[in-house]
């Protein structure tokens, strides 16, 4: 038997005798030569919770950054993060001075291609003339970004007179009626389509399984607890506003405490119920005793012979 160093051991002839005298519902008899008991020893294994620690969250399954569709100085924002804005609403807008003066531009010169149509002129030069006109009202309209949907603003990027270059993040949103979350799942266990049960902080949540994906690299240390693991993507309709955005996910496929890992040969399941929860506990009797006296034991089990 391995034993920490300066921490006290139970003997093993004590742990043996616990676990036997529980399952039998007897006493152990030191002399009884017909209890014959071949021993093999192998290592009882602890896993510290800490070598599942993966974090999940509540994440919108609609969610973008909006940037920036041409250069320009930021005008005041007239949004924070937290607010709730309605479709199409102002967000950012640019300096759209110049692009206001391209757009009265292009209208002149419509106006004169007509004119000149009028004398006589190329229709062609009018019909230029008014796709310029189209262009310039729509740079202008671009310089004011909007709420693509109702939702909520989660960060804003830039600042009130800050240059801002194409493609320069300005504001992240999401819609917060539908949230989901990717998270561990037993394919034999479920499918798409089922409810997959979880815990949104203390409180339990019906979900239902929209996806079944190969298992995430950071889901990657279940893989030895369970046979056939991957991973679900598992949506939960927040119409009501119930849930919050990044708010803590608990699935009962993550262990939250220290895992023991011991062989099957080590554990039966009797066929009569009243034997198998005897077993059951004389095995949580001889962990219990094992945890008070803080040592590293090894397990033993019966074989013929």
């Known amino acids: 038997m391995n034993i920490v160093s300066g921490i006290k051991a139970v003997p093993?002839?004590?742990?043996?005798?616990?676990?036997?005298?529980?399952?039998?519902?007897?006493?152990?008899?030191?002399?009884?030569?017909?209890?014959?008991?071949?021993?093999?020893?192998?290592?009882?294994?602890?896993?510290?919770?800490?070598?599942?620690?993966?974090?999940?969250?509540?994440?919108?399954?609609?969610?973008?950054?909006?940037?920036?569709?041409?250069?320009?100085?930021?005008?005041?924002?007239?949004?924070?993060?937290?607010?709730?804005?309605?479709?199409?609403?102002?967000?950012?807008?640019?300096?759209?001075?110049i692009l206001a003066l391209e757009v009265e531009r292009a209208t002149a010169a419509v106006q004169l291609a007509k004119e000149q149509v009028g004398l006589g002129g190329a229709g062609a030069l009018r019909d230029v003339a008014e796709k310029d006109l189209e262009l310039a009202k729509l740079r202008l309209d671009q310089s004011?970004?909007?709420?693509?949907?109702?939702?909520?603003?989660?960060?804003?990027?830039?600042?009130?007179?800050?240059?801002?270059?194409?493609?320069?993040?300005?504001?992240?949103?999401?819609?917060?009626?539908?949230l989901f979350v990717d998270v561990p799942i037993n394919r034999a266990e479920v499918a798409v389509g089922e409810d997959v049960e979880l815990k949104v902080e203390d409180v339990t949540v019906l979900g239902k399984l929209a996806a079944v994906q190969p298992l995430a690299e950071r889901l990657d240390p279940l893989r030895s607890l369970f046979a056939s693991i991957a991973s679900g993507r598992v949506e939960i309709d927040n119409a009501e506003g119930r849930y919050i955005i990044g708010q803590t996910v608990y699935s009962p496929m993550i262990p939250r405490h220290p895992v023991g890992e011991v062989p099957t040969a080590?554990?039966?399941?009797?066929?009569?119920?009243?034997?198998?929860?005897?077993?059951?506990?004389?095995?949580?009797?001889?962990?219990?005793?094992?945890?008070?006296?803080?040592?590293?034991?090894?397990?033993?089990?019966?074989?013929?012979?």
């Open 144 to 178: 004011i970004s909007r709420m693509p949907w109702d939702g909520v603003v989660l960060a804003v990027h830039a600042a009130e007179g800050a240059f801002v270059r194409w493609g320069d993040p300005l504001v992240t949103v999401a819609d917060p009626t539908m």
């Open 12 to 97: 093993s002839t004590l742990l043996l005798a616990i676990v036997l005298a529980s399952a039998g519902g007897g006493s152990l008899r030191a002399d009884d030569e017909a209890l014959q008991v071949t021993i093999e020893r192998a290592p009882f294994i602890v896993r510290p919770a800490a070598s599942y620690d993966i974090p999940l969250k509540l994440v919108p399954a609609r969610q973008v950054t909006i940037v920036a569709l041409g250069d320009g100085l930021v005008q005041p924002v007239r949004v924070k993060p937290g607010d709730k804005v309605t479709t199409q609403s102002e967000l950012v807008r640019l300096d759209g001075r």
């Open 266 to 305: 080590a554990i039966s399941n009797a066929a009569d119920s009243a034997e198998g929860a005897a077993r059951c506990r004389s095995f949580a009797m001889a962990w219990s005793v094992m945890c008070r006296s803080r040592c590293l034991v090894r397990w033993a089990r019966n074989t013929s012979g």
